[in-house]
Structure formats: structure tokens, C-alpha cells
């Protein structure tokens, strides 16, 4: 059974960090394009980061470039992200997603980030 487990969310400052985390379990976790994905109170969904299935290469959305890191372990089957100078506008739920596009799309069930002012 697939699963995507995501921890680390929470209420932190503005300018705070906090770092995401997403147990994945029942697949072959090197093998997929991951996904961190937001979607904000009364907002559609926002794509956050992506990273490749070998983990070289990284993407972000130009709203947290700068500010927020993807990261894997392969040997672990975990994703990250690692984001640091939050903003008030970075409030959202944080779901992590494997295969965005794909056929075998999968969402885990999310973390809350709350941004304080």
C-alpha cells in the first residue's frame, strides 16, 4: 500500500523556519519525480518544489525560491523541505505528492504551516 506520511508543520514567526517532512512507504521511492504542494485558506493549489527522481536536480516556484529547500533520502524513503524566511503568506497546508501528472499520482494527507505576523 502506498503511503505518504507528511510531519513537521506547525505555528512559527515570520522570518521563522520549519522543515517538512514526508515519509513515503510502499513503492520504489528513487523512482519518482516528488512534490511538495500548498494550497492556502480559500487559495487553489500552488506548486511548491519538485525534485527528480535521482534527486540532481531541483525546482521551485518563484514565490519561495531562495527561501525553501527540497532534499531526499533515498536510503530512508524521505522528502524534505526545508524553509526558512517564512512569510505570513506562506501559510498553507503542505501536502507532499508523488508523480504529479502521472498515471500512479498519490497525495499524502498533508501538514498545516502557520505563519504568524
Known amino acids: 500500500e502506498v503511503q505518504l506520511v507528511e510531519s513537521g508543520g506547525g505555528l512559527v514567526q515570520t522570518a521563522g523556519s520549519l522543515r517538512l517532512s514526508c515519509a513515503a512507504s510502499?513503492?520504489?521511492?528513487?523512482?519518482?519525480?516528488m512534490y511538495w504542494v500548498r494550497q492556502a485558506p480559500g487559495k487553489g493549489l500552488e506548486w511548491v518544489s519538485a525534485i527528480n527522481s535521482g534527486g540532481g536536480s531541483t525546482y521551485y516556484a518563484d514565490s519561495v525560491k531562495g527561501r525553501f529547500t527540497i532534499s531526499q533520502d533515498n536510503a530512508k524513503n524521505m522528502l524534505y523541505l526545508q524553509m526558512n524566511s517564512l512569510k505570513p503568506e506562506d501559510t498553507a497546508l503542505y501536502y507532499c505528492v508523488r508523480g504529479i501528472g502521472k498515471r500512479d499520482n498519490y497525495w499524502g494527507q498533508g501538514t498545516q504551516v502557520t505563519v504568524s505576523s
Open positions: 510502499g513503492f520504489t521511492f528513487s523512482s519518482y519525480w
